[in-house]
């Protein structure tokens, strides 16, 4: 059996001074994979994205990524491991509105010198690898040096995968990245993710509250089944 | 580098709170380096004014106000003193030369000083420096003759053989002229930097022709007025004088002198080392100076403390921004090297503006302090001390902007993803 790209076991998670929030006995990811989350508002979808990323670490069992145990690690290291092979998406405001919109999808390459090194290696240079990614999101490339603040939220969003998607991530992880676009936008945008994602060779995490989205992903997960510590959500 | 840029392009996004808070560093800074500069350039022009004479010899007062009046030309003389007792001392066997100072008149906000030819010979200031004419020569034995002082001559764009009216009394607007007798311009003396640069020298018999026919501080009128040419037939020997200084020909002589002088029979005169009046003075204006220095480093500190309270307010609205750093791989130190960086450029910035404002300062306020204070503050480079102290302003904003680092530490390490505006 092949190390899957994510493997969690018997999570637990609670934020300081609250009731645990998280208890998840087994998840995995397979490399390709495109696997849509949801759950309902504060059942701790973002907590566990974090978790994946390593931004939190668990209280108690392990995140695998690439078989490499985050909570092992030190913090220098997960944030290494984290921009090495996972790319954010979020539900708006992805971006740092005063850089360009050039400076903001490199973002990741400034960090990893694994990202900088395979921009390059597939487009030449990391420059090209931004405009090409734009190109194929539909963004024209006089919009590179515009500032990231003055695009339309459905740019920004865009821009957001672009950032996510360069240098080849194993991982995507999208938080309701299409809720703040409306329904033609949103189709748009996600059959471009799909296309890029696969292109790339990365596996997709989408967390939604739309179901009407999960016919397009190989595997749907409902957050409150997965978890055995009940939080009381909404709704 | 990374961080550096990203520090830059944020505080471009917040450039009106960032422009006011390198405006409030800048003038914070600027203000410190002023209370330095004129702190400095007082103490060392002060300390160079006179230097060489060993006695400062004048009516019995305090020993700060005969050097005030005598050296600075600030203030006025309780009391004159007999032209005898100048004379006495001028032919003791210890001293080497005396020069007679006679004050009370003036010319357009010019101090006056009727003195003898030994003033251009012995008068020293600075490291030993004699008096040099720029241009003509010292007044001789026209009584009408009168010397001036560099900043005089270029203040009140006085040529050689300008003729000028003195005025009675020291008060800037003089009801009572002395313009039936006026002086010619015979010589103009080179820059010193002290108040002889302020002063129209005359002869004291220039300063008896003009007192000829006055009686009781009033000019005569009519009949009794006497012109010019009468004055100068006249004898004008002087009778009163207002100080006068003494060269000894060792200093080991200078404290019997001293005692002589202020024992003398004649009548009440005190006699100061002009080094320890000038001690004396120094450490009076000393306090001032000092708690005008620490309040301008507390005004400093207020304006880096303005720094703070701008990023710190501007940490809220920029959890959005840590967040995204962190989801791209910026570790938490990244997070919190961003905001000392912050504080870095903020502060750099704030003391390149304060440099700047004092140079434009400088170089606006130049003339007026020369004319009006006497003060030179050279438009030069920071001295080491100014650097040190430049450095520390640095060092501090460093170290005040660990508190909003450590804050945006905690706060990407707290927030994780999950940031809700
Ligand atoms: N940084 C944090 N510090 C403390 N508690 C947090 C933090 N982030 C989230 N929580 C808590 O964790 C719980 C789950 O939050 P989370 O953001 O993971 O929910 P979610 O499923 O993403 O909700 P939504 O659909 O509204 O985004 C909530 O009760 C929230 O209050
Ligand atoms: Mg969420």
Redesign the pocket.
């Known amino acids: 059996m092949t190390t899957p790209l994510l493997d969690i076991d018997d999570l637990h998670f609670a934020?300081?001074g609250?009731p645990e929030?998280l208890h998840i006995a087994q998840l995995r990811l397979d490399a390709g994979e495109r696997v849509f989350l949801e759950?309902?508002?504060?059942?701790?979808?973002?907590?566990?994205l974090g978790l994946i990323g390593g931004v939190q670490t668990a209280s108690r069992g392990h995140v695998r990524l690439l078989g490499a145990d985050l909570a092992a690690l030190r913090a220098g290291a997960r944030d290494r491991l984290r921009v090495d092979h996972t790319g954010f998406i979020f539900q708006q405001f992805n971006l740092l509105p005063f850089l360009s919109v050039e400076a903001n999808v490199l973002l990741p390459c400034q960090f990893s010198a694994l990202r900088r090194q395979r921009a390059c290696q597939r487009h030449g240079s990391e420059r090209a690898a931004a405009g090409r990614l734009l190109e194929h999101l539909g963004l024209s490339p006089a919009l590179l040096p515009r500032r990231a603040g003055a695009l339309s939220i459905g740019q920004q969003q865009r821009v957001a995968a672009a950032r996510a998607l360069i240098g080849q991530p194993e991982l995507v992880i999208a938080?309701?990245p299409t809720s703040a676009l409306d329904a033609d936008r949103r189709d748009g945008f996600l059959r471009l993710l799909f296309d890029e994602c696969r292109a790339a060779g990365a596996s997709l995490l989408l967390?939604s509250?739309d179901r009407s989205l999960a016919r397009h992903f190989d595997r749907r997960l409902a957050?409150p089944e997965l978890n055995r510590a009940h939080?009381a959500t909404e709704r | 580098m990374l961080l550096l840029r990203l520090a830059l392009a944020s505080l471009n996004n917040r450039r009106f709170t960032a422009l006011l808070t390198v405006l409030a560093i800048a003038l914070s800074v600027c203000l410190l380096l002023t209370v330095e500069r004129v702190r400095n350039e007082a103490r060392a022009s002060f300390a160079s004014t006179i230097s060489g004479t060993d006695l400062v010899v004048g009516a019995r007062s305090g020993s700060v106000n005969l050097l005030l009046y005598s050296v600075f030309r600030i203030g006025n003389a309780t009391n004159n003193i007999r032209w005898e007792s100048f004379e006495h001392y001028a032919r003791h066997p210890r001293v080497s030369w005396a020069i007679p100072l006679s004050l009370g008149d003036s010319h357009r906000g010019y101090r006056v000083l009727g003195t003898s030819t030994a003033y251009f010979e012995h008068y020293r200031y600075g490291r030993r420096q004699a008096l040099q004419l720029a241009e003509g020569r010292p007044f001789a034995a026209d009584p009408f003759e009168v010397v001036l002082g560099a900043e005089v001559a270029q203040a009140l764009d006085y040529r050689l053989g300008d003729s000028l009216v003195l005025a009675h009394g020291v008060a800037r607007i003089s009801l009572l002229k002395h313009d039936d007798k006026p002086f010619r311009v015979v010589g103009i003396l080179a820059r010193t930097g002290t108040p002889v640069d302020r002063t129209l020298h005359v002869s004291l018999a220039g300063m008896q022709a003009l007192h000829l026919d006055w009686r009781n501080g009033m000019p005569a009128q009519g009949s009794a007025r006497l012109s010019a040419d009468q004055a100068r037939e006249a004898d004008l020997a002087p009778r009163q004088i207002t100080a006068f200084l003494l060269g000894l020909d060792s200093r080991i002589a200078t404290f019997a002198v001293q005692r002589e002088i202020n024992a003398y029979p004649g009548e009440p005169l005190l006699a100061v080392l002009p080094g320890v009046a000038l001690q004396e003075l120094w450490s009076l204006m000393g306090t001032a100076e000092q708690a005008l220095f620490v309040i301008s480093l507390f005004v400093v500190l207020i304006g880096l403390v303005g720094m703070l309270t701008a990023i710190l307010a501007s940490l809220n609205e920029r959890r959005r921004e840590m967040a995204i750093l962190r989801s791209v791989g910026a570790r938490p130190w990244h997070i919190a090297a961003l905001l000392v960086a912050e504080a870095l450029v903020l502060a750099l910035a704030g003391m390149l503006g304060g440099l700047a404002l004092l140079c434009l300062g400088i170089a606006a306020a130049q003339g007026p302090l020369q004319a009006h204070y006497g003060l030179y503050l050279p438009l030069a480079w920071p001295g080491a001390h100014e650097w040190r102290l430049l450095a520390a302003v640095l060092v501090a904003a460093v170290l005040m902007s660990a508190v909003p680092a450590w804050r945006a530490y905690r706060q990407s390490l707290?927030?994780?993803l999950?940031i809700r505006l």
């Open positions: 934020w300081p609250q929030l759950g309902p508002s504060g059942s701790g979808k973002t907590t566990l938080d309701e967390v509250h957050l939080p | 707290a927030d994780g999950s």
